[in-house]
């Protein structure tokens, strides 16, 4: 996510952070470089003018604090901008209707249909009664689709097949969503290669009857600078409410993203991270601005590991790691919770620095491996899994043709957690230490 335009403004940042005395001289040739970045990220020059100018502004009028090196007030002034350019902050749903509807516009594409899966799967998750409505008339199988994305997050969805009147589809949806009380309706509209009148009167008119409490227009992060010429003609026409920008995981240059809020007044509400049902993202500038300066997203990590992994079962598995009795049952189900959290790209790019970290190395590789072990657990019995010890050599030999491996790559596996265990329970006999000496055993000896 945003590889290319992060690694350029991470170059700049090394010259301004050795810094060590600010003049306009070497602010205005350091800012050169950010500049250049935003640029060929494929954001409106228009904003990036703007953003270096009132960089520059702030670097040059600011006291310098005692304690913070120059340069580096200039990289937190460039921050603090960035995230004023994305929105400043997270731009809540407005929901006051009953049902609430909400309108999905854009160009063919754009990722309308899948989005709205996605927006109904989170609205689900956050304890709302979400309903979908098919009412793009005109795309082959746009029904199909939907009703198949209705299926896998387990929502009801509103489809008249044959019906073309988008008119009468609407008014079947908010009699269908008050009947089966759900309260917010996502309309899947239909999109076109490029805006006409014909799509737009089609909109307007729907827009009249549902009365939506959100028009949001579903962009491709990737189209760059070609996407706030859109997101302008359908405000024009429509009034968006804000925007969801997808294929985000695949845009290594942010144009888009950074663009938009300024040249629309609009914000970005969501982001489309990943192809899965759940890779679907409220849109928080701060987290984002990190990211890009690879600063890293703690935050969002933190929430999809609470997400994926019970504070219960947590706690279990800490009590059990320092005791020793860390088992493979246990260190399948450990993988297990990482896979919920999404691919292992994605994580590690969550950590300061992890997009650089990310550079060169094999994640596919890694990946894999974990695949392999899952697979080679899967293959064990259950008195296998929580015992370990009683692998012997007919055992192995049976786990590694099961699975079509050779008896060293088991080996190997095994290895690898026979260490990791030893190594916890040293740790768990060294907690204990400290424990007794906190609690008097030290205190007690010193006063003897």
Do not use: W
């Not at 927006?119 to 998750?125: P, R």
């Not at 759900?182 to 009365?211: H, M, P, S, W, Y």
């Amino acid at each position: 996510m945003f590889d290319t335009l992060s690694g350029k403004l991470q170059g700049a940042f090394k010259n301004l952070r050795g810094l060590g005395k600010i003049s306009e001289e070497n602010v205005t040739e350091s800012l050169r470089e950010v500049r250049l970045a935003l640029l060929e990220a494929d954001v409106n020059f228009k904003v990036a003018k703007g953003f270096i100018a009132s960089v520059k502004e702030k670097s040059l009028g600011e006291e310098v604090l005692a304690s913070v090196q120059p340069g580096q007030q200039i990289v937190k002034i460039i921050h603090d901008e960035l995230v004023t350019l994305l929105g400043d902050t997270n731009a809540q749903l407005e929901t006051g209707g009953n049902p609430s509807c909400l309108m999905m516009v854009g160009l063919h594409g754009a990722g309308k249909t899948t989005s709205s899966g996605k927006l109904a799967k989170l609205l689900k998750k956050q304890g709302r009664q979400p309903m979908l409505v098919a009412a793009d008339v005109y795309r082959p199988a746009a029904m199909e689709q939907l009703e198949t994305l209705a299926q896998q997050v387990d929502v009801p969805v509103v489809a008249l097949k044959g019906e073309k009147d988008v008119g009468k589809i609407a008014k079947a949806a908010l009699e269908a969503a008050r009947a089966q009380a759900c309260n917010v309706l996502i309309f899947d509209t239909a999109g076109r290669l490029q805006i006409d009148e014909n799509l737009v009167q089609e909109l307007v008119d729907l827009k009249g009857i549902i009365k939506p409490q959100e028009i949001l227009l579903v962009l491709d992060a990737a189209t760059g600078q070609e996407a706030v010429s859109v997101a302008t003609h359908f405000d024009e026409a429509l009034g968006i409410t804000g925007s969801i920008l997808t294929k985000l995981d695949g845009d290594a240059r942010g144009g888009a993203a950074l663009s938009m809020k300024s040249v629309t007044g609009r914000p970005i509400k969501f982001v489309g991270v990943g192809e899965k049902l759940d890779e679907f993202e409220t849109f928080h500038p701060e987290r984002m601005a990190g990211r890009i300066l690879g600063m890293g997203d703690v935050v969002s990590l933190v929430e999809k590991a609470a997400e994926a992994i019970d504070e219960d079962d947590a706690k279990r598995m800490e009590e059990k790691m320092r005791k020793g009795n860390f088992t493979l049952e246990d260190f399948l189900e450990q993988m297990r919770a990482m896979k919920k959290m999404g691919p292992l790209e994605n994580i590690v790019g969550m950590l300061p620095g992890g997009d650089q970290a990310l550079k060169g190395a094999d994640l596919d590789k890694g990946q894999k491996e974990m695949g392999r072990m899952e697979a080679l657990i899967c293959a064990m019995t259950l008195q296998e899994r929580r015992n370990p010890n009683i692998l012997n050599a007919s055992r192995r030999k049976r786990i590694a043709t099961g699975t079509g491996v050779k008896v060293s790559e088991l080996n190997g596996v095994l290895n690898k957690f026979f260490e990791m265990q030893q190594m916890m329970k040293k740790m768990g006999k060294m907690q204990k230490m400290l424990a007794k000496m906190g609690g008097g055993g030290l205190g007690g000896l010193m006063g003897r």
